[in-house]
């Protein structure tokens, strides 16, 4: 089991910026994704941006430039740093573990969120 505690959530203006933490607990051993995920008003659940073990990073479009993710292995802790936030980023921010299994697959966990909110 592993369990992950999402902070940092909060409301900017358009143009402002937040961080955003996730700490992992548990068992959180072996190769792994961290990534965060996030799901607006009325619409889908989206990837935002993943990071492997090994550093290896994924961005969304919508977001490429603006965000960046990093991670700290040894506290099982991932980042997402967020600057010239806009309107449409207002969403609900989730974390998210993947544990890589041998074979393919992965093991996977959810945060319970954290609301971020951008004012025009």
């Known amino acids: 089991q592993v369990q992950l505690v999402e902070s940092g959530g909060g409301m900017v203006q358009a143009g402002g910026s937040l961080r955003l933490t996730c700490v992992a607990s548990?068992?959180?051993?072996?190769?792994?994704?961290m990534a965060w995920y996030r799901q607006g008003p009325g619409k889908q659940r989206e990837l935002v941006a993943n990071?492997?073990?090994?550093?290896?990073?994924n961005y969304a479009d919508s977001i490429k430039g603006r965000f960046t993710i990093s991670r700290d292995n040894a506290k099982t802790t991932v980042y997402l740093q967020m600057d010239s936030l806009k309107p449409e980023d207002t969403a609900v921010y989730f974390c998210?573990?993947?544990?890589?299994?041998?074979?393919?697959?992965?093991?996977?966990?959810w945060g319970q969120g954290t609301q971020v909110t951008v004012s025009s």
């Open positions: 990071i492997a073990t090994d550093g290896v990073t």
């Open positions: 998210h573990f993947a544990r890589l299994i041998l074979g393919g697959g992965a093991d996977t966990y």
């Open positions: 548990g068992t959180t051993y072996g190769l792994n994704v």
